[in-house]
């Protein structure tokens, strides 16, 4: 029956347009509401594009309250209507500009929900004007619905304001205080998140940037075909979708109403999305499928059809700035997966907008959600390879996991490295602009974790030899045959000059360390891309490297007996006063012991300069200066049990023995002349 008024009502509105007036004069003044809002109808929508007049603050302020105003926006399709709602005051606020206080009065759209989120942006004003963009709503909404408006001035001044990112090198881009009030905030769909893993995203995302946005999980999300009656033209209050990432499983748009039109820029939301100054982000028309009711306030259920048709440049307090026809360059993001059960990867591609770097683990993680089917605990393997637009130089960095849901290591694993480079903060080094990122992830059929247990030293330890350890894990049960033990034989070279003695051998995964022993946190800030990829390269380790360090047993020295309370007070006493008196000043005249020239004893006179007291051998004297080996009390190798993530450590105590030099016998001796060479 609904459909049958409103199809009603389009035909009557387009009957009298025909005969009676303009395009323009039908849009703005034939808009009537139903009578009956509570069955659900709503107002007919208006047709053709919409025209408005900005009205500034100044005129504003002469508003009598309760002033009628109008608000556009779109409820259902394409089709833009007429809310009726009530001018109440001009309030200063803390952003820098007035916000307008105005009262939803339309009893047909109170009666389906009131304000939705997705109605950011949408044109406020009276009859033919445009005064700011529906923006923000009570936090705790009930009728009648108080909202505020972002001034047009405010809006209209992010066309020319200059953003941080624009003064950087050219390239893509105690007390709890609750608040009366929110953003009318953007809803952010995102597909190909099961509604299971809702709770880990929002860990995951929890960043005060995405303060005036609120994700839904939805199915498909993906840029559809547009309707038969999508217009070309962008005009005041159509719905706009603004995509961060587009492709074969993760689709995320965010979307709003559109709130002025300047020839090819417009302005929309009212207030920002991820307050970013300048963005790279592709927008595309968008169609309204309904009002989703909710406890806190009801959104729009909309989605983004077409191709995109402009990019949206800023993001500001005051709304988004977008620009019509030039399309935003996009990193290409391709995941390839290997389940266990296949011997053919599974690749999807998808693309992030620049500046969402962000979206490139949920990208990843998401995409092996989807395809393995499953959550179950296991070994994953990955490699992931980085080219820049700044440089031929590929980073790579592959990572080994074990875990109980791999989706979370996944995600974790991916932000690291992806904030390597985007975050401003941690890359010093120069722009990094991220050309394509190829992921393969790689499912193993075995839990391969081992435990470092025991080592066992074979036979004697000599300086000078190569010494011959084995080690002895133990690994999962799942990773082994029938023995639950697994050995690795290290082999380490004992150095001629090794502290011959009691020593300790040691065995300990790098893991528990939690980084790489061989690398250098302390290196120079690197000077550009090029060196930061190659440090990151050198802290990079494997998992399952394991680290034998052979070091001497220092033994303990004997602690001295304390002394008893008399003996204590007189060397106190007796090393004060000696402190004492050596600083006291000495008599006009004289000076202290060791001070000035005193004359040598037994009347000896000094040697003059460049006397020669006493001559040494140059022989003699090379000798003693030679250098001589020197000790060396600790050394070590590593190994890499291959595939596997160690953990534990172990030791055991040995001796180290000394080099034997045999004695060969002087002539005379008593032994045979033949026998002595």
């Not at 007429?82 to 009262?103: D, H, K, T, W």
């Not at 300990?508 to 930061?532: I, K």
């Amino acid at each position: 029956m609904k459909r049958f008024f409103v199809l009603m009502g389009i035909a009557v509105v387009i009957l009298c347009q025909m005969s009676c007036s303009s395009d323009e004069d039908q849009a703005l003044n034939n808009n009537p509401t139903i009578i009956d809002g509570t069955d659900g109808l709503i107002a007919a929508p208006i047709v053709g594009e919409v025209q408005l007049e900005s009205m500034y603050v100044d005129e504003v302020r002469g508003l009598a309250t309760k002033t009628p105003i109008q608000i556009i926006t779109a409820i259902e399709g394409t089709s833009k209507i007429i809310v009726e709602a009530e001018f109440r005051r001009v309030q200063s606020s803390r952003y820098g500009f007035p916000l307008y206080e105005c009262v939803l009065t339309d009893e047909a759209v109170t009666a389906m929900g009131g304000l939705a989120q997705g109605m950011s942006g949408s044109p406020v004003g009276t009859a033919g004007r445009v005064f700011g963009a529906l923006a923000y709503g009570e936090a705790w909404a009930k009728a009648p619905y108080r909202f505020w408006v972002t001034p047009i001035d405010a809006m209209e001044a992010t066309l020319y304001h200059t953003t941080f990112g624009e003064f950087l090198a050219p390239g893509a881009p105690g007390a709890v205080v609750n608040s009366t009030y929110s953003a009318v905030k953007t809803p952010i769909t995102i597909s190909g998140i099961g509604n299971d893993r809702l709770q880990q995203l929002s860990s995951h995302l929890a960043d005060s940037k995405f303060n005036n946005v609120e994700f839904f999980s939805r199915i498909g999300g993906a840029p559809a075909a547009p309707p038969a009656n999508a217009s070309p033209k962008l005009s005041a209050g159509d719905m706009i979708g603004v995509a961060l990432v587009t492709g074969d499983i993760v689709n995320s748009t965010g979307f709003g109403t559109v709130t002025q039109v300047y020839g090819d820029k417009f302005v929309a939301f009212g207030h920002d999305m991820f307050r970013e100054g300048k963005v790279s982000l592709p927008v595309y028309r968008a169609v309204v499928d309904g009002i989703v009711p909710n406890t806190e306030i009801a959104y729009k259920s909309s989605t983004a059809y077409g191709n995109p048709i402009g990019t949206i440049t800023k993001d500001l307090r005051p709304g988004i700035v977008g620009e019509l026809g030039k399309l935003p360059p996009m990193i290409n993001v391709n995941v390839s997966y290997l389940p266990v059960n296949s011997r053919q990867p599974i690749t999807t591609n998808h693309k992030v907008a620049y500046g969402q770097e962000w979206v490139i683990p949920v990208v990843a993680a998401a995409t092996l959600d989807a395809i393995k089917m499953e959550v179950n605990a296991g070994t994953i393997e990955a490699n992931v390879a980085v080219s820049f637009k700044e440089t031929d130089n590929v980073y790579t960095e592959s990572f080994r996991s074990i875990a109980s849901d791999p989706f979370e290591a996944v995600l974790a694993n991916m932000d690291f490295i992806v904030q390597s480079f985007t975050n401003i903060l941690a890359n010093g080094a120069g722009r990094a602009t991220i050309d394509e990122i190829n992921i393969s992830i790689a499912d193993l059929p075995f839990i391969l974790h081992t435990e470092i247990t025991d080592i066992h030293v074979i036979g004697e330890v000599k300086q000078g030899e190569e010494a011959t350890f084995v080690l002895e894990m133990l690994p999962h049960w799942s990773a082994t045959g029938q023995s639950r033990k697994m050995y690795r034989e290290v082999k380490l070279q004992i150095p001629e000059n090794f502290v011959p003695g009691a020593a300790e051998i040691s065995i300990a995964a790098v893991t528990e360390y939690g980084f790489n022993p061989f690398g250098n946190p302390f290196a120079p800030s690197p000077e550009n891309l090029d060196q930061l990829i190659g440090q990151l390269k050198d802290l990079q380790y494997d998992k399952g490297l394991v680290l034998v360090t052979l070091a001497t047993l220092e033994e303990e020295p004997e602690k001295p007996e304390e002394p008893s309370i008399e003996e204590f007070f007189e060397s106190f006493f007796e090393e004060f006063f000696m402190n004492l008196f050596e600083n006291l000043p000495f008599p006009d005249g004289e000076l202290p012991p060791g001070e000035g020239e005193f004359p040598p004893e037994d009347g000896e006179l000094p040697p003059e300069d460049g006397e020669i007291i006493e001559v040494i051998d140059e022989e003699e004297m090379m000798e003693e200066v030679a250098p001589t080996p020197r000790p060396i009390p600790i050394t070590g190798t590593a190994l890499i049990i291959n595939r596997f993530i160690v953990t534990g450590t172990t030791g055991a105590e040995l001796e180290i023995l000394p080099i034997v030099v045999d004695e060969v016998p002087e002539e005379g001796d008593g032994i045979p002349e033949d026998v002595v060479e």
